[in-house]
């Protein structure tokens, strides 16, 4: 079945079986999307295919080991800020400096309850990628509510259909960064095969014609033979977005 876009994606790397289904369960009933690899060699394959939003790693994974997996994950620039969660039965303090050193931003205990590890994914989500975790995304004068999956320009309700509103919040989130077609593809429209490259530049045209139609300058940055960027003016004060948290 197709994944939904806008859901944080975790990929679980873990090789047994009951526990695979118990994280499957409880992280998809948490909102998340969920990708699984049984080894290391598949972890990595499957990083690099599409890039999940938090790894979810077992220490003790067959063929690549977690930490290696690990390793080479922060040795690699397209992955090195993916951030990770080691699982293991190892509660010794020397495995635990061991896992931090090797680039995991936080470690698990086995046996643990579903409810701690949601909490700690939800907390390492909030410090390396905080628009995941907001109910409200800025980005110059442009406003997105992505409960109400409302966005406003300068205070002008923009409309938005599902893929352009898709692309807008993958932007937002990537401030300033060139994106090709094809990571275009992956990240926002990810299973939908049937998808051209040559149909991200329809989308981009119909996101830019509705985000200048009332107020403002282009924000979309056309990069020729490399793909699309979204950038602040040059008299704008940050090309950073910031994160509003809706009050509870």
Known sequence: MPTDPLKPRILVVEDEAALVTLLRYNLEKA???V?????GEEALISVAE???????????????????????L??????RDIPVIMLTARGEEADRVRGLNAGADDYVT?????????????AVLRRARPALEAD???FADIVMDLATHRVTRGGVRIELRP???????????????????????DSVWRDDAFIEPRTVD???RRLRKALNAHVGDDLIRTVRSAGYALESAPDSDSTMPSQVSRPA
């Open 202 to 204: 329809v989308h981009i």
């Open 163 to 185: 893929a352009e509103f898709r692309l807008l919040r993958f932007f937002i989130e990537h401030p300033g960064r060139v994106f090709s077609r094809e990571q275009l593809l």
């Open 136 to 138: 409200q995304l800025t």
């Open 31 to 33: 909102g998340f999307d």
């Open 74 to 79: 922060r040795r690699d620039p397209k992955t």
């Open 50 to 72: 599409r890039a999940p939003d938090l790894v979810v790693l077992d220490w003790m994974v067959p063929l690549v080991s977690g930490i290696e997996v690990c390793r080479r």
């Open 35 to 39: 990708a699984t690899a049984g080894d």
């Open 110 to 122: 086995k046996p643990f309850s579903p409810s701690e590890l949601i909490a700690r994914v939800h």
